[in-house]
């Protein structure tokens, strides 16, 4: 079968020190302090087999995700860019949809022929935190795509634990959308977990802020403005992904190189916009805390949340006494597991309570991976999704 993989030479960084576990499985727990001169190819690798518990999945849509763009960027000194766990080669891709074609004998809830979309968090089901509903801080977490093998690939192997049926939206969408939306449930559920279980959710009436208009972003402008939100201001550097947050519900939206041609900073949009009470909910999912998160302090309403969903390898200064001072919090969140999160998203998509449609800014043939990748780098598009089907 075909496959779309990275690569990159482990050398870590002058004074980093590795873990014994980073050492024993050549695993990077933060990609960018050892991962080095990365390199993306085609390859072809045997179909897999499928154990008791596991699925064979004919890869439909696989969309590109930023981390896969941080995995292909680099720093002046060669690293990749992608703060997170990493281990390589790997087969990339993890935001993905498609069709079961074989399962495992013990398999009971799924058969050949049922379109599925699929977790990217490989959570054990084992370890505390699994069991006490929390899969997304799983001890033996892998992430699918980087730290093995994921769906850039005309087959993927999975655990029937991680897959959710979504043929319901074929009655919404149709049998090709349908692929098209099951790709996209991956990344607008790490918006979901965000906004609704690390930080509790909003009450109807809230103002939500939106810092960065990726994939992630535009996922959480679409489900705050069908949660309720009065007011979603969502600010980007991208005049395109500007545009597909006002599709996707946002109230207001705010090119920062205009606001800084204009000497006016975020926090002061904010503000102007609530009667100076400032947003109730602020989301990082720019990946540029060092930026954002200054803004977001300056202008959170009392009892506000900041929702930190973006990566990035540095430190931020925060001003406690801010927070201290109007009872704020902020709350991270990793992954899109448990908590009802895939399938109350398929729900919302097949009522039409949430069209996710304009975020797709292109499709292309697998072929066109690498080009796909070079092109996320702009960060211009929505969300770019490979056609695994599609072969030229």
Avoid at 131 to 144: T, W
Wanted: include cysteine; hydrophobic fraction near 40%; charged fraction near 20%.
């Amino acid at each position: 079968m075909k496959v779309f993989a990275a690569d990159a030479e482990w050398c870590p960084r002058p004074g980093w020190r590795l873990s014994p576990d980073e050492e024993r499985r050549r695993r990077a727990e933060s990609a960018c302090q050892i991962w080095r001169q990365p390199r993306f190819y085609a390859d072809e690798r045997p179909v897999p087999d499928v154990a008791d518990h596991e699925v064979l999945i004919r890869v439909k849509r696989c969309g590109l995700c930023g981390s896969d763009t941080h995995l292909y960027e680099t720093d002046a000194e060669g690293y990749v860019i992608f703060s997170g766990p990493a281990r390589l080669p790997c087969v990339i891709g993890h935001e993905y949809s498609g069709i079961v074609e074989r399962v495992g004998r013990l398999v009971r809830d799924f058969a050949p022929g049922d379109p599925v979309a699929a977790e990217s968090i490989v959570w054990c089901g084992q370890c505390p935190p699994c069991r006490s509903g929390a899969p997304n801080q799983c001890r033996r977490a892998e992430l699918a795509g980087i730290t093995v093998d994921g769906a850039l690939a005309e087959y993927a192997v999975v655990s029937c634990q991680h897959i959710w049926k979504i043929d319901e939206l074929a009655r919404q969408y149709g049998d090709d959308l349908l692929f098209d939306l099951g790709a996209l449930i991956e990344p607008t559920g790490c918006a979901y977990n965000g906004l609704f279980i690390s930080a509790g959710g909003f009450l109807p009436g809230a103002t939500v802020a939106v810092h960065g208009a990726g994939p992630v972003g535009l996922g959480a402008v679409a489900l705050a403005a069908a949660a309720g939100a009065s007011q979603v201001l969502v600010f980007d550097l991208a005049p395109e992904r500007l545009a597909i947050a006002g599709q996707l519900g946002a109230s207001a939206v705010y090119d920062l190189n205009a606001l800084r041609a204009a000497g006016v900073r975020p926090s002061e949009i904010v503000l102007e916009q609530t009667g100076g009470r400032g947003a109730d909910v602020q989301v990082e999912a720019a990946g540029a805390a060092q930026q954002t998160i200054p803004e977001m302090e300056l202008s959170l309403a009392v009892n506000g949340t900041i929702v930190y969903l973006g990566r990035a390898g540095h430190s931020v200064q925060l001003t406690l006494d801010r927070l201290v001072t109007g009872a704020n919090k902020i709350a991270g969140a990793r992954g899109h597991s448990g908590s009802g999160i895939f399938p109350n998203i398929i729900r919302l998509l097949a009522s039409g309570k949430i069209r996710l449609e304009a975020m797709i800014t292109a499709r292309l043939p697998f072929a066109q991976t690498l080009d796909g990748i070079r092109r996320s780098a702009d960060r211009k598009d929505g969300k770019i999704l490979i056609q695994v089907d599609n072969p030229a």
